[in-house]
């Protein structure tokens, strides 16, 4: 198993930016990929951004060129820029780990608020 813990959200203005931050502790040599999802409330949790175990990243339509995602061992970032009220949403850290070629399943993190303001 792995806990992940992000930090880095918060209130900012439109057009701002903010990093978040997904530490991962545990079993992380078993982490495979590792992703960004966010989710607003009475809707579905959505995928922002992920990055596979080679460090080839994968964005949503959404981010337009805005997020960047980068990857340090057992840390994940998320770069955002040009931030749009519609970024609102809690931020939440995934990670899917492998034993070898069994899949072991997936864990979340607790999420951190982003919040932009008009």
């Known amino acids: 198993q792995v806990q992940l813990v992000e930090s880095g959200g918060g209130l900012v203005q439109t057009g701002g930016s903010l990093r978040l931050s997904c530490a991962a502790s545990?079993?992380?040599?078993?982490?495979?990929?590792m992703a960004w999802y966010r989710q607003t409330p009475g809707k579905q949790r959505v995928l922002v951004a992920g990055?596979?175990?080679?460090?080839s990243p994968n964005y949503e339509d959404f981010v337009e060129g805005r997020f960047t995602i980068s990857r340090d061992n057992a840390k994940l970032y998320l770069q955002m820029n040009s931030l749009k009220p519609e970024d609102t949403a809690r931020y939440y850290c995934?990670?899917?780990?492998?034993?070898?070629?069994?899949?072991?399943?997936?864990?979340w993190g607790q999420g951190t608020q982003v919040t932009v303001s008009p």
């Open positions: 995934n990670a899917e780990l492998f034993d070898g070629s069994y899949y072991l399943g997936y864990f």
């Open positions: 545990g079993s992380t040599s078993m982490i495979k990929t």
């Open positions: 990055v596979n175990a080679g460090g």
